[in-house]
T-cell receptor, first 114, second 113 residues
Framework: DSGVTQTPKHLITATGQRVTLRCSPR?????VYWYQQSLDQGLQFLIQ???????AKGNILERFSAQQFPDLHSELNLSSLELGDSALYFC?????????????FGPGTRLTVL | DQQVKQNSPSLSVQEGRISILNCDYT??????FLWYKKYPAEGPTFLIS?????DKNEDGRFTVFLNKSAKHLSLHIVPSQPGDSAVYFC????????????FGGGTRLMVKP
């Protein structure tokens, strides 16, 4: 158990819908990262937040957005869902925002878009 | 353009023998490397890391070797155990390459009893 929690574990929805994925980092960690794992793309970085502020952005679609709240939990919002958005979404956290800070991953949310 | 590659999608070894997993990278800005292990239905679990100022790092049965000139790293597991059967990802980051991790495609290791 990494100490990072993610809810829900599974999510099934229809095209065009909007969903929110939630992540609680390990106690004391200030950075939260979101990654997408799809069959053809592997694990891809989406976005990083540090202490409530956006820190880095990867290949995140405009239909996707995220935020980190004052209690440091984070939410990833996916809208106008398409079939290709079906994937595993992982959240990770680290103590600080440095590139050598070990990232600890949550168990993931499996999103299925029908 | 895959910046981190794991060219072997799978590897099968006998229990007690050495497992060697390989990883190549192309971005010279990467200077910190990690290995993660992933079981089905779980998130990646951190195993071991290495900074580019070193060429070797050991932690118990796990050793990571880095050849910076060849842009190649490898993970050695000795001795291999059936519980090591999982998918192994190498990942890279760099101060000038963003703090995010760039992952390889993974290698599925099967350790046979």
């Amino acid at each position: 158990d990494s100490g990072v929690t993610q809810t829900p574990k599974h999510l099934i929805t229809a095209t065009g819908q909007r969903v929110t994925l939630r992540c609680s980092p390990r106690s004391g960690d200030l950075s939260v990262y979101w990654y997408q794992q799809s069959l053809d793309q592997g694990l891809q970085f989406l976005i990083q937040y540090y202490n409530g502020e956006e820190r880095a952005k990867g290949n995140i679609l405009e239909r996707f957005s995220a935020q980190q709240f004052p209690d440091l939990h984070s939410e990833l919002n996916l809208s106008s869902l398409e079939l290709g958005d079906s994937a595993l979404y992982f959240c990770a956290s680290s103590v600080q925002a440095g590139y050598t800070d070990t990232q600890y991953f949550g168990p993931g949310t499996r999103l299925t878009v029908l | 353009d895959q910046q981190v590659k794991q060219n072997s999608p799978s590897l099968s070894v006998q229990e007690g023998r050495i497992s060697i997993l390989n990883c190549d990278y192309t971005n010279s800005m990467f200077d910190y490397f990690l290995w993660y292990k992933k079981y089905p239905a779980e998130g990646p679990t951190f195993l071991i890391s290495i900074s580019s100022i070193k060429d070797k790092n050991e932690d118990g049965r796990f050793t990571v070797f880095l050849n910076k000139s060849a842009k190649h790293l490898s993970l050695h597991i000795v001795p291999s155990q059936p519980g090591d059967s999982a998918v192994y990802f190498c990942a890279a980051s760099g101060n000038n390459a963003g703090n995010m991790l760039t992952f390889g495609g993974g290698t599925r290791l099967m350790v046979k009893p």
